[in-house]
């Protein structure tokens, strides 16, 4: 059984409740229970007001005590429930208003426990809040355990805040972000020497090690730590090319503090739409990248290289291996073991053939619209920034490009990407007479295919495994994508097997 993880907290005022709120905020998640107890006054509400606050992005959000309603419920990023107990007299009130169960994939905030002991799950937070009028009239302090599971997510609180702490960040002001489809985390801090990013990166494998011993993050070479992230960003400015800068970091626990680079971004519009001189910047950010060969592994720390790992095709089919396993079963078209030998066939004879042999470069991997900063006070290909790139691989430069140009979240007209990919073969012909323009039509057709197939089954599992049901509104877009690169000659296998046993998305 897991002991509990203690830590305690002196808070000398209300900003100093909502810095440590806003601190736990960046940890928690759907499922996970937090606790209040204390006197009455003694600070719980307030916790609770400036947790919902700070998930809300809304400082001024009215939120009432929950004393006489029992449990209020919100809708921020994720289901949250507040919850006082304090006029429960039995637990099996709990059930009439909705805590008995407490409410799969919700976060609760529950104030008076002590009214309902038997009903607090193992698993769980608790904040015992206490007076300290000797340190002034609203001074308060908190002793916080972490009980269970929750025991980790305490003892990662504590290393964050003396992470700030000795970052000199203990007292900014901290601002939610919005997150990835990751385990990362992001707030954005304020000082008064101007805004910075705080990333919150956990050590996480993804999911069991059921590709050949390895996890699925494993075996296609997702960072599964802080590191990557920290050394691509350096190999990028070596390069005068728009990273953010380090400015703290703990690579072991996974904490960075960065460079801010603000909101603007290279769309615009309801519902958004590409700028297109933006995305000429970027697409010439692209070849400009791609022009020379990049070394294959990067200076991390004093004496410590980072390899950059080789997008190769086990790593490629592993990837688009998520199709079949999770897209084609909400499709009612589950393959049989023929139909899967011949999946994995063609595509392991394509990618051999036609992908391997092709010189390698950086590949960010997730180079679109979510991931660029428009940096409109730097000069040339520098007003891109990129802020997305710790899952970098070495792989085909058109990767990249298909990613830009077929971007996953947002509609690119398919007369855009074709002057776009033009622009980009102009580019590289500049710079190399030999550039074999045809070969990389075809590549990217190639990677396009891959790319999409493997976007329906990720997408397909965000929703199924993650309860993420928002990401299944780009499955036509993907396919719209995928039907493009499939009418390429060099995939007309492909696209006759596609279209006798991959259904299209569904309304």
């Known amino acids: 059984m897991t002991a509990p993880a203690i830590f305690s907290v002196a808070l000398p005022n209300e900003t100093a409740t909502a810095q440590l709120m806003a601190d736990l905020a960046l940890l928690v998640g759907p499922g996970d229970v937090i606790t209040l107890s204390g006197d009455l006054g003694a600070g719980k509400t307030a916790a609770a007001r400036a947790m919902i606050r700070y998930l809300a992005g809304d400082d001024e959000l009215e939120v009432p005590s929950p004393t006489f309603t029992l449990a209020q419920s919100y809708e921020l990023a994720f289901p949250l429930i507040h919850a006082d107990l304090y006029r429960i007299d039995d637990v099996s009130e709990l059930e009439e208003i909705g805590l008995s169960p407490l409410p799969e994939g919700t976060l609760a905030l529950i104030e008076w426990p002590e009214r309902a002991p038997e009903a607090m799950p193992a698993d769980r937070i608790d904040i015992a809040l206490s007076h300290r009028p000797a340190l002034g009239s609203t001074a308060r302090a908190a002793e916080i355990t972490g009980h269970g599971k929750a025991a980790a997510i305490v003892e990662r609180l504590q290393a964050l805040r003396q992470f700030l ?189 036609k992908v391997a042999p092709t010189p390698r470069t950086w590949v960010m991997r997730d180079f679109h619209s979510p991931n660029i900063i428009w940096l409109g006070d730097r000069e040339g290909i520098a007003r891109i920034g990129i802020i997305d790139f710790q899952d970098a691989v070495l792989g085909p430069a058109a990767y990249d490009l298909v990613s830009l140009l077929q971007d996953a979240r947002i509609d690119v007209p398919e007369q855009l990407e074709l002057a776009l990919f033009s622009r980009y073969i102009k580019a590289r012909r500049a710079a190399d007479e030999a550039f074999d323009a045809a070969g990389f039509a075809e590549l990217y057709a190639i990677m396009s295919a891959q790319r999409n197939t493997r976007l329906l089954g990720t997408f397909a599992r965000l929703n199924r495994r993650d309860g993420k049901p928002q990401y299944l509104k780009h499955q036509p877009r993907i396919w719209s994508y995928l039907s493009r690169s499939l009418a390429h000659p060099a995939l007309s296998g492909f696209r006759q097997w596609y279209e006798a046993h991959v259904p299209p998305p569904g309304p």
């Open 165 to 353: 702490q000795d970052a000199g960040f203990a007292e900014s002001r901290r601002v939610r972000m919005a997150g990835d489809a990751s385990t990362r985390s992001y707030a954005r801090l304020i000082r008064d020497a101007g805004p910075f990013i705080l990333m919150n990166s956990p050590k996480r494998p993804d999911g069991p090690a059921i590709y050949h011993g390895k996890s699925y993050s494993a075996a296609v070479h997702l960072a599964e730590d802080v590191k990557p992230f920290v050394a691509i960003a350096g190999g990028l400015r070596a390069r005068k090319l728009s990273a953010p800068a380090i400015r703290h970091a703990d690579l072991d626990a996974g904490f960075l503090i960065t460079e801010d680079f603000g909101t603007a971004g290279v769309i615009e519009g309801d519902p958004p739409a590409p700028m297109p001189e933006r995305y000429e910047i970027a697409t010439d950010m692209l070849a400009e990248l791609h022009r020379e060969a990049l070394p294959e592994s990067l200076p991390l720390a004093p004496q410590i290289n980072y390899p950059i790992p080789v997008f190769d095709t086990d790593a490629m089919l592993v990837e688009i291996g998520l199709m079949p396993e999770w897209y084609l079963p909400d499709r009612g078209a589950d393959l049989g073991a023929e139909q899967r030998t011949q999946f994995v066939t063609m595509w392991r004879e394509l990618l051999d053939s």
